[in-house]
């Protein structure tokens, strides 16, 4: 559906993440089946001789809530563009000509925009409204864990 979601934080540490991503299936209303992730260090620590080695932590938080997690294949296009072509979206129709106060000013002018723009478009691949083709896709989501995830982060100084 390419529906948008999405957070502006000042960190990208694997708390951030698993923070960013619980809010994010509770704000679509529950769980997809896989989550692609970027080879960002925080989910993958690299390849191994059975294939890719996630972190840990977030592999106990998949398993939680019920996802699959997946890394964008290296040097291929084709995945690294599902991932990254929001971003440039964003870039290009969210941030140009606006001023923000503060990190929570920023937050709320990207709910508003994704809302009243992003989501209420007609997408140019799927020619059909975003929100609208989400909201045919939402009941194939998994429901949300009864509970929360609760871990022990260890946070690492150099």
Request: proline residues 6%; positive net charge.
């Amino acid at each position: 559906s390419r529906f948008l979601w999405g957070r502006f934080v000042p960190h990208q540490d694997l708390q951030t993440v698993l923070r960013c991503l619980a809010a994010a299936f509770k704000a679509i209303g529950g769980i997809p089946e896989q989550v692609l992730f970027d080879r960002m260090k925080t989910a993958v620590q690299g390849d191994g001789d059975e294939g890719i080695v996630y972190n840990k932590t977030l592999l106990a938080f998949a398993a939680h809530h019920g996802f699959v997690p997946k890394a964008c294949r290296p040097y291929r296009a084709k995945t690294k563009g599902k991932v990254e072509r929001p971003f440039r979206y964003v870039r290009q129709d969210f941030f140009l000509g606006r001023t923000f106060r503060n990190l929570e000013d920023l937050n709320r002018q990207f709910d508003q925009w994704r809302e009243e723009e992003a989501n209420a478009r007609l997408h140019a691949t799927t020619r059909r409204i975003v929100a609208e083709h989400f909201a045919e896709e939402q009941p194939s989501l998994k429901p949300l864990p009864a509970g929360p995830f609760r871990a022990v982060l260890s946070l690492e100084r150099r």
